[in-house]
């Protein structure tokens, strides 16, 4: 890994985007090696949380243009299907993924943001899709999942017209969860993650696979995948450890069993 930092403590990995003098831009190279680190972390049974975040004063400030600038169609494809392939790893990895939002989210930026699962920002920080005004869309899947986490006409707005928001605005449309201090934004993310893992990992996991996995079927499909998945966790040593901690007022710990 050249381009990415990766630690583990405590159950948490968190992944560092590292070419602040381009503002972390995504490149063929940063991608191949977010999608190694994802490969390598979404099978290791002692992470269960993966904060994603930016080196210095960025979080991701778009996708390179330099590299983009003389591609002709097929060139775009690949490049288009390979981010596009790289955030839906991330999306459907059993681990929840937080962005730890810490400067300039625009473009690919805002793309790897919305693959992940909850989002936390720096008062700093700044969030668009002002790929408009390159004569080109989205390419990383941003007029997929920006339209279903903040609505088809607000999604339609910022896309159409590029414009950069603050924030506070994000906050005002869904688009994160939570705006904090700059100062204080990793601890935040740190806090929620460790509130995260101190859960059961499997029903955390089953959690996500039924939320992710159940949004665009009819709710009737979507409420027999919940019982599936509900009954699954009856299998696991963490239930039984779990209820019988709650019945006996013991504190538990879970092992992802």
Same mark, same amino acid.
């Given at each position: ?18 070419? %602040? ?6 490149? @063929? ?10 490969? #390598?972390?979404? @099978?290791?049974?002692?992470?269960? $949380? ?17 590299? #983009?600038?003389? #591609? ?11 981010? *596009? ?8 990895? %059993? ?80 688009? $994160? ?44 499909? =979507?409420?027999?995948?919940? $019982? ?16 019988? *901690? ?5 504190? $538990?710990?879970?092992? =992802?069993?």
């Amino acid at each position: 890994m050249k381009k990415i930092i990766i630690q583990k403590e405590n159950h948490i990995a968190t992944i560092t985007i590292n070419e %602040p003098e381009k503002l972390n831009a995504l490149n @063929t190279q940063i991608l191949s090696e977010l999608n190694s680190a994802f490969d #390598m972390l979404a @099978t290791d049974a002692d992470v269960r $949380v993966i904060i994603i975040t930016g080196a210095e004063r960025s979080f991701v400030a778009g996708a390179n243009i330099q590299e #983009m600038a003389e #591609m002709n169609y097929e060139e775009a494809k690949v490049f288009g299907a390979k981010g *596009a392939a790289v955030f839906r790893k991330i999306e459907t990895c %059993p681990q929840p993924v937080i962005a730890a939002i810490n400067g300039f989210a625009l473009g690919g930026g805002s793309e790897l943001a919305l693959a992940c699962d909850i989002r936390i920002a720096s008062e700093k920080a700044k969030f668009g899709q002002p790929e408009v005004g390159l004569g080109i869309t989205p390419g990383f899947s941003g007029t997929q999942r920006l339209a279903r986490i903040v609505g088809q006409a607000k999604a339609k707005e910022l896309i159409f017209t590029g414009k950069v928001i603050t924030a506070t605005d994000a906050l005002q449309i869904g688009l $994160v969860n939570q705006v904090v201090a700059p100062e204080s934004l990793m601890d935040e993310v740190k806090t929620m993650a460790e509130s995260i893992a101190k859960q059961a990992p499997i029903a955390v996991q089953k959690s996500k696979e039924a939320i992710n996995n159940g949004w665009d079927l009819p709710i009737e499909e =979507g409420i027999d995948l919940e $019982v599936e998945l509900f009954a699954q966790c009856f299998e696991t040593e963490d239930q039984k450890n779990g209820m019988s *901690a709650f019945l006996k007022k013991e504190k $538990v710990e879970f092992k =992802g069993k």
